[in-house]
């Protein structure tokens, strides 16, 4: 049944829809996932990733498709409600009311057809007032009177735990009712900074484990979320997980096409799976390289010139903006700013690491003799471990916890970055410098990949065995008179990097 909320969207989407690409099945999954809670088959869960891999966006676009396609009338209507954990200090008043607010809105908004009320977001006494004015429409009148004398409370300083209230209203009101709410929260690693110095997370485990509103979580830290918060405490066990991995390089082909379409630049075909490879299969990378192409009035039409584009966005560009804001973030909030900069800067050097194959660990020894060498400070490897942690807990790094130590991200543009960062803030070197070093390099650095076309090839072949995992494909497409089947799963497919042949 088609729903009466007619409203284009409850929640802003940011990714224009001629460009967002690849990300169906996550679409799919967490759609099914909410509309099944209704027969209470559905368990809370926590949706990984590295940052800007488009979890947001997933969550923002399901919440929007339930609001549109189904009835408030139904009575297996599922109410989303989506939340974003603010990064902001507040007291745990404050952020029970700001969250209980929301979710009035929400869920009122959703029963009474009314998306505008959550797209508005009236506070307090308007909020209070349209909620009043829309009495008349709400399917539940008595667990309307709680939910307003809940806020009531709260307002007034009745509670004694006004947070704890606040998270597990949903679930009390879905329980009383037999109705189904499904919460979609994010920045979830934010319930774990200094600025809340208040239990947020400790009283969530009953709200978590309802089948009558199951969460689902995701977030920016994904060593926070995953580490501190998920997989251990009073939530461990209590989250199935999803991941969502780098674009492929058929999808991120597809992307960069679109993303060029959509801005206003020509790429051609066989050079945007280069692109994707060098971006690391990152969206938000992949498609602030075209923009800044754009900006330019450059053509991404070969390696020399992607290399001149990479180099100034790094240096100066979007991908600059958004890394130099993840890194002050998590700087500012270790006391010494100066040698936690230091150490991130020569963490992220390949000279800094010990001479591992297999595991790359970073040398903490070498680490300090470089600080000692260029400040003339002697730090103890405990505060240098202690700085680490930290940095980790922001995945500036990777903190391998059982084995106790540490190696560099696997993000080829975030490296390039901290590289870039650290001549620029670190050793003080003009930003103009120092992008032209890079464009330097990268001009002398060995073509990654000698056939463009040939390579396009490969990524659409990579595609089709990825998308027939566990199917019977035809002999024909493999020079073969047996149907041939496919495994069920593929760790990954690996792309040829053909070596260019030496002099002779």
């Keep these: 049944m088609r729903s009466e909320n007619k409203h284009p969207w409850v929640v802003r989407t940011i990714v224009p829809e001629a460009v967002y690409t690849d990300r169906q099945e996550f679409l799919d999954y967490f759609h099914k996932a909410a509309l099944n809670a209704a027969g209470r088959r559905t368990m809370s869960t926590v949706q ?48 029970a009311k700001h969250y209980l607010e929301n979710f009035m809105r929400y869920y009122v908004g959703f029963l009474t057809g009314q998306p505008e009320l959550v797209a508005r977001t009236p506070k307090e006494d308007m909020l209070l007032s349209e909620i009043e004015r829309a009495r008349s429409l709400y399917p539940f009148s008595e667990t309307l009177d709680w939910l307003l004398d809940w806020h009531e409370g709260i307002v007034k300083r009745e509670t004694y735990l006004p947070q704890q209230d606040a998270l597990e209203i949903p679930r009390r009101i879905s329980d009383v009712d037999d109705s189904t709410i499904v919460m979609f929260l994010d920045e979830f690693q934010n319930t774990r900074l200094p600025q809340h110095n208040f239990e947020i997370v400790g009283y969530m485990q009953e709200a978590v484990e309802s089948p009558t509103c ?22 461990f066990g209590r989250f199935d997980s999803e991941e969502i991995k780098p674009m492929s390089g058929y999808w991120g082909k597809e992307l960069a096409l679109r993303a060029g379409r959509h801005y206003g630049t020509e790429i051609p075909e066989d050079m945007a799976p280069v692109l994707v490879e060098r971006c690391g299969g990152n969206p938000f990378y992949i498609t602030a390289v075209v923009r800044q192409a754009v900006k330019l009035g450059e053509t991404l039409s070969d390696e020399e010139t992607l290399n001149e584009i990479l180099a100034v966005d790094i240096t100066s560009g979007f991908i600059w903006g958004e890394l130099h804001d993840q890194v002050t973030r998590w700087t500012e909030r270790i006391n010494d700013q100066n040698i936690t900069k230091w150490i991130l800067y020569l963490s992220a050097l390949e000279e800094n690491e010990e001479k591992d194959r297999k595991k790359n660990r970073l040398d903490l020894e070498r680490i300090r003799r470089e600080i000692r060498k260029r400040e003339g ?12 942690i930290r940095l980790s807990r922001g995945d ?49 650095r060995e073509r990654r990949i000698h056939e463009y076309k040939g390579y396009l090839a490969e990524v659409h072949m990579s595609q089709v065995l990825l998308n027939a995992q566990n199917r019977i494909l035809s002999g024909n497409f493999f020079n073969s008179e047996e149907d ?3 495994p069920w799963h593929f760790t990954f497919v690996r792309h040829r990097y053909r070596l260019g042949s030496g002099r002779g």
Excluded: C
Excluded at 57 to 75: G, Y
């Design 484 to 486: 041939v089947p496919i």
């Design 48 to 95: 990984l990733g590295q940052r800007r891999m488009g979890k947001t966006e997933i969550f923002r676009r399901v919440v929007n498709r339930l609001f549109s396609e189904q009835n408030p009338r139904d009575p297996d209507a599922v109410v989303p409600v989506y939340y974003s954990f603010p990064d902001a200090a507040r007291d745990e008043r404050s952020f």
């Design 214 to 235: 199951p969460h689902f979580v995701t977030g920016s830290a994904m060593s926070i979320l995953a580490r501190e918060i998920i997989g251990r405490g009073s939530l």
């Design 396 to 444: 500036l790094l990777e903190f391998l916890e059982l084995g106790d130590w540490f190696r560099r991200v696997k993000d080829p543009i975030l490296l390039e970055f901290l590289k870039v960062w650290g001549r620029i803030e670190v050793e003080g070197h003009a930003q103009g410098r120092v992008r032209t070093e890079l464009m330097r390099r990268y001009q002398k």
């Design 377 to 388: 400070t002697d730090v103890p490897l405990e505060t240098i471990l202690d700085v680490l």
